[in-house]
């Protein structure tokens, strides 16, 4: 039904009320009413509310509890008795006058309702306002499986912790803080705060130079998982959830930028090489555009406007290690990586680890392709799940009205060997002790991860890991404008990390610091540094002639 007030509607109307009379009775009808209609304070059913504004079961309820809770439907927020109590007791001593005329109750059971006021709560204390995007995504999941979900009387149990969740959703918020104070610092011009808004909630206010562009709302989501069983911790889909709804961890598809790094190294590890192999770091164009063909322009006289112009964020490095390539996210390093292994090897790889919508052209080497947070946390637990990539869960398992429970298995796929996964993860160490990530180390736990930047500063992650806890942070503005000059991930995302981590271990000291080793791998000292190698991913030749090397380290 819609809500045109039609003839037609009404026909429809009276047409489903005799088919529902005819196969169920009316105490039937009247469940599915009581535990699907609204009741005020974001509660829908009587025993939500219940819960809610009295901290009770249904069956330890009053009397005149029960007739607050009955007088709601027809004004839930006139009647709202954390907001309106004197306008709530009045209707249900009403309805308790009704009751004592129709012969429902005794004399006494009204007296002893009548003058009664209940203890009436408004702490805001049920799950579904201490972690509303999760209490989203979880009906979203489950409503194909289980399409009465909100009236069926189920049970639901979340891998959800709120310890983990209050920390994330305040972690967030910081990131928030600080992105917008830098701008306005940094651009005040271009930014200021309206004063009938928040202390912290930046608008665009007159055009700039340099920066002439309006912004659209800046906004953020995280998401924190346990790496070894794929449990989702903690689920933020925005900022403010009051503001907007819409859930950014799962719903918003946003481009990757080089968080996809990793994976391309891990590829060409598989296929040979190792972390001491070298690569050239240093400018070249290509024909075509980022989503072009990947030949390398020989003619000279090519029109500009076909010429590609890929460029690194820093210096260039020249002939550096892959270790440092990723260290730095060399552009041009990994472009010319690619095409030493082969654009199609590294394609299909890609492919194998089932990305959605992966492009045919070397722009998916920075990252075009584009990724939900919870994607993405999936497909970072190849390395903080030693090889091993797990589906984040929310749903540990579901109990229906009768007592059954369902269970909601681990969903797992071995995509490499744990020696192999770790040569990536040593480098992501490295990248957050001194590479793009530094902004995300904590004290006293080691951390690995990478850092992500869409063309002009559209969005930015942090993609990182604890020896046990894996983390996914992403900033960017709803519009997809930039979020500001030089707001990279590594500076909007990265200390969102270290925050999380640092109040993590406060609650939970006893949390892993360390990451394994594990086995088969080795490392040899060259001239310039240490590197970690296997039986799959070799030193290059050229080490063969190296002076000044110790001996080859097991662990």
């Known amino acids: ?52 504004y009295f901290h009770k079961e249904l069956n330890d309820l009053t009397l005149k509890e029960m007739c607050m809770l009955m007088g709601l439907p027809k004004a839930p927020d006139t009647y709202d008795p954390s907001k309106n109590l004197q306008h709530s007791l009045g209707r249900a001593n009403n309805i308790l ?4 005329d129709i012969g429902w109750i005794t004399q006494e059971e009204y007296n002893s309702a009548i003058v009664e006021i209940p203890q009436v709560y408004n702490d805001k204390s049920l799950t579904q306002n201490a972690a509303p995007y999760v209490v989203d995504e979880v009906v979203r999941q489950l409503t194909p499986i289980y399409p009465d979900i909100k009236i069926g009387g189920y049970k639901v149990y979340l891998s959800i912790d709120l310890d ?36 912290d909630n930046l608008v665009y206010a007159k055009p700039q130079e340099a920066y002439a562009h309006k912004y659209g709302d800046l906004n953020g989501a995280m998401i924190v998982t346990e790496s070894q069983s794929g449990k989702i911790l903690a689920l933020v889909g925005g900022v403010d959830y009051k503001k907007s709804v819409f859930n950014r961890a799962t719903q918003a598809k946003r481009q990757f930028g080089s968080s996809i790094k990793p994976f391309i190294y891990l590829v060409a590890f598989d296929r040979g090489y190792s972390p001491a192999w070298r690569v050239i770091d240093a400018p070249r164009k290509f024909g075509g555009s980022s989503s072009a063909s990947t030949k390398e322009i020989e003619d000279a006289t090519q029109e500009e406007e076909d010429v590609w112009k890929p460029k690194n ?35 299909r790889g890609i492919r194998d680890f089932e990305f959605p919508y992966v492009p045919n052209d070397m722009s998916i080497v920075l990252g075009s392709l584009s990724l939900s947070p919870l994607e993405a946390a999936k497909f970072y637990s190849v390395f903080s799940n030693y090889g091993t990539m797990i589906t984040p869960r929310l749903v540990d398992s579901i109990v229906n009205a009768r007592g ?67 983390t996914i ?39 892993k610091r360390h990451f394994d080793v594990p086995s088969g791998i080795m490392k040899k000292m060259l001239e310039d540094g240490e590197y970690l190698y296997t039986d799959i991913s070799k030193l290059p030749p050229a080490t063969s002639s190296v002076t000044n090397v110790e001996e080859d380290l097991i662990f």
């Open 1 to 52: 039904l819609t809500p045109e007030r039609t003839l037609k509607r009404k026909i429809k109307e009276a047409m489903f009320a005799i088919i529902l009379e005819q196969n169920m009775s009316k105490e039937d009808i009247l469940e599915i009413y009581l535990n699907y209609i609204f009741l005020g304070h974001g509660y829908y059913g009587v025993k939500t509310a219940a819960l809610g």
């Open 97 to 100: 006058d009704r009751l004592k």
């Open 164 to 199: 983990y969740q209050n920390i994330a959703q305040e972690a967030l918020r910081y990131g928030y803080n600080q992105i917008n104070e830098r701008l306005l610092e940094r651009y005040p011009k271009a930014f200021m705060r309206e004063e009938s808004d928040t202390q």
């Open 313 to 347: 964020v820093g210096a260039y490095g020249g002939f550096i290690s892959l270790h440092e390539a990723l260290r730095k996210s060399a552009n041009l390093a990994t472009l010319n990586l690619v095409q030493q292994v082969g654009f199609d090897i590294i394609y």
């Open 404 to 470: 059954e429970t369902h269970e909601f298995p681990m969903i797992a796929r071995e995509y490499t060997q744990p020696k192999q996964a770790f040569l990536v993860t040593n480098i992501l160490r490295d990248v957050v002790n001194r590479g793009t990530g530094i902004r995300a180390r904590a004290a006293n736990i080691e951390i690995a991860g990478k850092t992500g930047t869409s063309n002009q500063n559209v969005d930015g992650w942090f993609c990182g890991f604890s020896p046990s806890i894996q």
């Open 473 to 511: 942070i992403w900033y960017g503005r709803d519009d997809n404008t930039p979020i500001g000059p030089v707001e990279t991930g590594g500076i909007v995302a990265a200390p969102v990390n270290s925050y999380f981590f640092s109040k993590l271990l406060k609650i939970e000291p006893g949390i």
